[in-house]
């Protein structure tokens, strides 16, 4: 989907032809790069922001894997089934659930640190799960992996363009032509290659898309892959994070994770009745606190709007004084910055939109419908169906980034292209 005021003429010849483009710089984006640079030296990175600006960075709960004693990859993927109220692809969930190890063993071997006690795994529960197994990286999970990323990407010389947007993408040859706009050039750059991995993310709301100044206008990835004839399924399906904030202000749209509900906190309405389960699904928990709030239960702000109470302190009566500090020490200090004590005091919030589920297409090989086009993460359909669980994204970017960047670039290494 081009954007004729930025295709400027005449667009430069290209000589160099890559092997493989990634669009994106999140943890998938990464993940397929590092994968295909063991095959091939001739690929490079495009992402609209810095390594660090991406969705992965801000993860929070933490990344399924199936270590308990009682667990299994069987019982992770009919949990992740169910809650997908079995629109998903069961291949892909198989293939989710049965590299979940795998993949925390990956990640551990580029330098990220699980938590742990007396040796193993802290295993945490969350809505939809029929066993704890949500591993933790303290509570910020998203930015002590995304620092392995980006070490290992750099370490690996692989080029990346950063504050660069793709505005085009079309089929060239065998191949891809991208024409692409950076903050630092007047002009555009075009990049051909033999193969393209979509990692962009998911449908960029216009309440989302702020601080990449390189994008506002770009199409997103869901649009790219439209462009060229790709099979998108259910595009404006998204999820919403039941327990964003609305006090203190100054912390309005940050989230809570749902491994607090998983210690121990619970909603509450206006008159200090715990209303729905708080360990039910994000789509049914929304729906619960959109109708508490509708039903006149709901508690109002200064500014007109209305939510509910998440029972923080309950965490440390369920578990033990100091344990929401130990637990959750971002959060604490966060609130605490703004005059709001976590462990004495109960937090009022709203849900706020926070996923895509729809999205791209997929095989096992990552490949969408357009042969040589591939994509991982957000931007796809497929993995998680109607309803996503927690610690399933940061899972599913780099189970499927990983599969991405090697069937791209295996596939623009074959003797028979042209």
């Not at 922001?49 to 993927?77: C, V």
């Not at 079995?86 to 892909?92: E, F, G, I, T, V």
């Not at 555009?188 to 193969?195: E, G, M």
């Given at each position: ?243 964003g904030v609305l006090l203190p202000s100054e912390l309005r749209r940050a989230r809570l994770p749902e491994t607090m509900r998983g210690a121990g906190a619970v909603l509450l ?150």
């Open positions: 989907m081009s954007n004729p005021a930025h295709s400027v003429a005449p667009v430069p010849d290209v000589k160099h032809v890559h092997d493989v483009v990634v669009l994106g710089g999140g943890g998938a984006g990464c993940a397929a790069a590092i994968e295909a640079s063991q095959l091939t030296s001739n690929l490079v990175l495009v992402t609209k922001g810095s390594l660090r600006d991406s969705k992965t960075y801000q993860a929070q709960g933490g990344i399924q894997a199936a270590f308990g004693k009682n667990d299994s990859p069987q019982k992770h993927g009919e949990d992740t089934l169910r809650t997908g109220q079995h629109a998903n692809d069961p291949k892909l969930v198989r293939i989710l659930a049965e590299s979940a190890r795998g993949t925390i063993h990956w990640l551990e071997s580029l330098g990220v640190a699980f938590d742990r006690k007396d040796g193993e795994y802290v295993l945490q529960t969350g809505a939809g799960l029929t066993e704890a197994r949500v591993l933790s990286v303290a509570d910020q999970a998203g930015k002590g992996i995304v620092a392995a990323l980006v070490n290992e990407t750099r370490r690996r010389n692989i080029e990346v363009m950063e504050h660069a947007s793709v505005r085009e993408l079309t089929k060239h040859g065998e191949g891809f032509r991208l024409l692409i706009r950076t903050t630092d050039r007047a002009e555009p750059v075009v990049l051909q290659t033999r193969t393209v991995v979509i990692c962009t993310g998911g449908f960029l709301a216009r309440e989302k898309a702020g601080g990449y100044s390189a994008v506002d206008d770009a199409p997103d990835g869901i649009a790219l892959a439209e462009s060229l004839g790709a099979v998108v399924v259910c595009p404006d399906l998204v999820q919403y994070h039941p327990t309405n206006r008159h200090g009745r715990e209303f729905v389960d708080s360990l039910t699904t994000r789509n049914a928990l929304t729906q619960a606190i959109v109708e508490e709030c509708q039903s006149g239960n709901g508690v109002d702000t200064p500014d007109g709007r209305r939510g509910v109470w998440l029972d923080t302190p309950r965490i440390d009566r369920v578990n033990g004084r100091g344990f929401t500090h130990e637990r959750f020490p971002t959060f604490v200090e966060m609130f605490r910055e703004h005059g709001h004590d976590l462990c004495e005091q109960p937090v009022l919030v709203y849900p706020v939109l926070h996923y895509s589920l729809g999205g791209v297409q997929l095989d096992e090989h990552a490949e969408t419908t357009v042969p040589g086009c591939f994509a991982a993460g957000e931007v796809t359909w497929g993995v998680h169906g109607k309803e996503r669980l927690m610690g399933n994204s940061l899972l599913d970017i780099f189970v499927f980034g990983r599969i991405a960047g090697r069937s791209a670039a295996e596939r623009a290494l074959q003797p028979d292209r042209g």
